[in-house]
């Protein structure tokens, strides 16, 4: 495949507690698992993109920990090129997750190396790609300056634009009007105002993920597309978002239409909700493929 992925995000670690139920506000619930694994969500999109095949940049830093080599070492495992991967002077981030029974979690991160990605980390990294194509996958887990570094130099490249924009925040002025896609989940787009608000700011595509609702495709002047959810027995739904948002990414680069994108996403989604861990599922081409065949 010519041209590539660049991932501009954060590299977390995952410290993952399964239990019964998630606790209420103030509630202990004991009795549960624990393993520790790679997460972050620009990480995660990486370790999709390139189990899919596509070549593939992580554009981000860690710390100057044990928890940072190892997230480096897992990266460069799958394949991902993390020359432009940093070393913040903070900790590398960490998120503390619990999930259920039903695959439904809660998260708090620890952003730590992750809060120092800055805009001239990011716009040296794109300038020094050598590659004529290119699909750029931001998230919000980095500060809004190198989000908007990633978007500047994408639309300099001459590179698609995809925004995972998540944790959902206000967006900074001219980061939707330069994004090929901005895909948030049902909860997120509330957060950011609404769908019709994204695309009147220039978004050329919403996509809303709802989990066992599917996921719709949002177009000014279009009608709504609406993808069926794949169904799947359900361990974890971690990863979901980021396996969905970077197999858009891939399939774009792939230049397959965007309603076509739209479902192979909504399968990868699907294929990464059967492990416990956001990367311990994420599926490769063949997989894929095969999975979204399926009618739904």
């Not at 206000?170 to 950011?192: D, K, T, W, Y």
């Not at 792939?254 to 861990?277: K, N, P």
Request: hydrophobic letters at 50%; charged letters at 20%; glycine letters at 14%.
């Amino acid at each position: 495949m010519e041209g590539g992925i660049v991932v501009v995000g954060s590299v977390n670690v995952d410290l993952v507690v399964h239990t019964a139920r998630l606790p209420a506000p103030g509630e202990t619930v004991i009795g549960g698992t624990f393993h520790r694994s790679p997460g972050g969500k620009g990480a995660n999109a990486a370790t999709g993109a390139a189990r899919l095949g596509a070549r593939t940049w992580m554009v981000g830093l860690v710390g100057p920990d044990d928890l940072g080599l190892e997230a480096r070492r897992e990266l460069e495992a799958v394949g991902v090129d993390i020359g432009a991967l940093g070393t913040g002077s903070g900790h590398t981030g960490v998120a503390a997750i619990v999930v259920d029974d039903r695959g439904e979690n809660l998260i708090a991160v620890a952003s730590g190396a992750n809060a120092e990605v800055s805009a001239a980390h990011v716009a040296g990294a794109l300038a020094g790609i050598e590659a004529e194509r290119a699909v750029v996958l931001a998230n919000l887990e980095v500060p809004d300056d190198a989000v908007m570094a990633a978007a500047e130099g994408a639309e300099r490249r001459g590179w698609p634009l995809v925004l995972n924009p998540a944790p959902a925040r206000p967006l900074p002025p001219g980061l939707p009007e330069r994004s090929a896609a901005v895909v948030p989940n049902e909860v997120e787009v509330e957060a950011l105002g609404s769908v019709d608000g994204l695309l009147g700011a220039g978004a050329r595509a919403v996509v809303v993920t709802r989990g066992t609702g599917g996921a719709d495709l949002h177009r000014a002047g279009r009608a709504v597309h609406h993808q069926p959810a794949f169904p799947v027995e359900v361990a974890d739904t971690t990863g979901a978002g980021d396996a969905f948002a970077a197999t858009l990414a891939w399939a774009l680069l792939e230049r397959r239409g965007l309603e076509e994108a739209v479902r192979l996403a909504a399968a990868a989604g699907a294929l990464a909700c059967r492990q416990v861990g956001s990367r311990a599922a994420l599926a490769d081409r063949a997989e894929l493929e095969g999975f979204a065949s399926r009618a739904v």
